[in-house]
């Protein structure tokens, strides 16, 4: 989260005349109080400590998971992640009534009650799903479609009959099979995040192989994830949308457009009469970026530009990259929000996880 993912994203809005000062508001932190209505009160006060002291004793880091299994100590560890949820919770609160809420911070779908994982410190995404159920609220939707199985929002509502859990995700990415902690191999339970996963009723999973592309996006949407809201009729929606299955993005192996993402957000724009779009993984700021500004036209109703005007593409331009792909980025990558389509052929495993999860084992 050290690439430059939010700020390019709004610059970008801003840039194009998309974000105007009356419909942008600063995310509040939430405070302590609001984070224990999921998380563990001893671990939030000790990523407060953590994140003053920056060094803390060897049982918190075994208690809580912080500063190992690929949860760093940095500067920012709780002000940050208190902040996206503060977003989260207020886009939940202002959506109430009915309405669209984006907060590009949110989507920290991995965060556990009482630990840290995946890089994700605590859940905003859990967080706006029980602001809008303490609003009285009985039917939310959540969608998932990050390239990492959304694992800490499943596990917070598996057996809540108010929450379906929806995640699309690529097969063996996350959880790593070698860490199976809620993976079930042990217990003869189904893989975490695998097609028979369904914790504890409401979670539905569609792992996909390496290479997902669009054509094959636009199949689960109708056959799989289109049912599943029709039969659920949520009265909200949140949607967690990561820009990491992209194909330019360096932690996964899928292979979709910006185009694919943004015909999802269109699509659950019609779903509820409330929704929240929250943000995610990516790691390429510049896809990162530009599709995550795209969301925001589409939540809108804007057209994406063939070619951004000049103040867009100073944005995209002023943005750098340590990663290898950052030394010479395409030319594109400056100068369009949109991707080139990538469709190609629906395979056969595809096709079996959309007749996996429509198939009834309870729950719905």
């Known amino acids: 989260m050290a ?39 001893a671990y939030i006060e000790a990523l407060i400590e953590t994140e003053r002291s920056q060094r803390p ?73 029980l602001a809008l159920l303490d609003g009285g609220l009985q039917r939310v939707l959540y969608l998932d479609v ?33 860490a199976g902690r809620e993976g079930g191999l042990a217990t003869g339970e189904a893989p975490s995040g695998s097609a028979a996963d369904r914790a504890g009723g409401m979670a539905r999973n569609l792992p996909v192989p390496r290479g997902f592309n669009d054509s094959e996006m636009a ?43 943004w015909r999802v957000v269109g699509a659950t724009k019609d779903m509820a009469s409330r929704l929240l779009v929250l943000g995610g993984g990516g790691y390429n700021p510049w896809s990162v970026g530009r599709c995550w500004a795209g969301v925001w036209a589409t939540l809108n109703g804007f057209d994406v530009p063939d070619r951004v005007p000049a103040a867009g593409e100073a944005v995209l331009r002023g943005v750098t990259w340590r990663h290898s792909r950052g030394r010479r980025p395409p030319d594109h990558w400056f100068t369009t929000l949109a991707d080139r389509p990538r469709p190609g052929p629906i395979r056969p495993e595809v096709r079996a996880v959309a007749g996996a999860v429509l198939v009834p084992k309870g729950g719905l």
Do not use: K
């Open 146 to 178: 990050d390239a990492h199985h959304g694992d800490g929002v499943q596990a917070a509502f598996a057996e809540d009959g108010r929450v379906l859990t929806v995640s699309v995700h690529e097969t063996g990415r996350w959880p790593m099979p070698a």
């Open 219 to 261: 199949f689960l949407l109708d056959a799989a994830i289109l049912p599943l809201a029709e039969a659920f009729e949520p009265e909200a929606v949140v949607l967690q949308c990561g820009a990491d299955a992209l194909e330019e993005d360096p932690l996964s192996r899928l292979s979709l457009s910006n185009l694919a993402l």
């Open 57 to 129: 004793p060897a049982a918190v880091r075994r208690r809580f998971n912080i500063g190992r299994d690929g949860n760093p100590i940095f500067p920012e560890l709780f002000r940050r992640p208190a902040t996206a949820c503060g977003g989260s919770i207020l886009g939940a609160r202002l959506v109430r009534d009915g309405g669209v809420a984006y907060n590009p911070a949110g989507g920290t779908h991995h965060g556990r009650p009482d630990r840290a994982s995946g890089f994700c410190y605590l859940n905003d995404p859990v967080l706006a799903i």
């Open 3 to 41: 690439i430059p993912r939010v700020s390019t994203c709004i610059d970008l809005c801003r840039a194009l005349a998309w974000l105007p000062a009356e419909v942008y508001v600063d995310s509040p932190r939430a405070t302590p109080a609001e984070l224990a209505r999921f998380h563990d009160p």
